[in-house]
């Protein structure tokens, strides 16, 4: 299960993908609350920082300011690949997007603010577009 790590070839081939909903990056002390399900935890030394379903952090009355919308890039990335982040990073800095980066097993994520990840998704798709 080795992933890509021709730069080329990622790019060309992220079919980004946005997911549905609205997401917000909050923290937890004592753990994951009841009812509250992560789609990504990051444990540092200031406490667990999650990213859930902004549905959740309502329900369990987390604090959070970050609003975002969650795309994932569809191909299959080696964790070792080298310059995804960085081109995809430097796309949406020059359209003035922030992007929060993940990176899994398989997929890198993207975290974008909610309103402006349709605008996101059309950058990315024209980078993919550019370096086919």
Excluded: K
Excluded at 51 to 80: E, K, N
Excluded at 99 to 125: I, K, S
């Amino acid at each position: 299960m080795t992933g890509e790590t021709d730069l080329q070839t990622l790019l060309s081939g992220m079919r980004p993908e946005l997911n549905p909903g609205r997401y917000v990056f909050t923290m937890a002390e004592g753990g994951v609350p009841s009812g509250v399900t992560p789609v990504v935890t990051v444990a540092e030394q200031e406490g667990l920082t999650l990213v859930v379903p902004q549905a959740d952090a309502d329900a369990a009355g987390m604090a959070y300011d970050y609003v975002a919308g969650w795309i994932t890039l569809r191909v299959h990335s080696a964790l070792a690949a080298v310059g995804l982040t960085a081109a995809v990073s430097r796309a949406l800095a020059d359209a003035e997007l922030s992007c929060n980066v993940v990176a899994g097993f398989h997929h890198d994520h993207l975290f974008v603010p909610y309103e402006q990840a349709e605008e996101a998704m059309d950058v990315l798709r024209q980078l993919a577009r550019g370096s086919s």
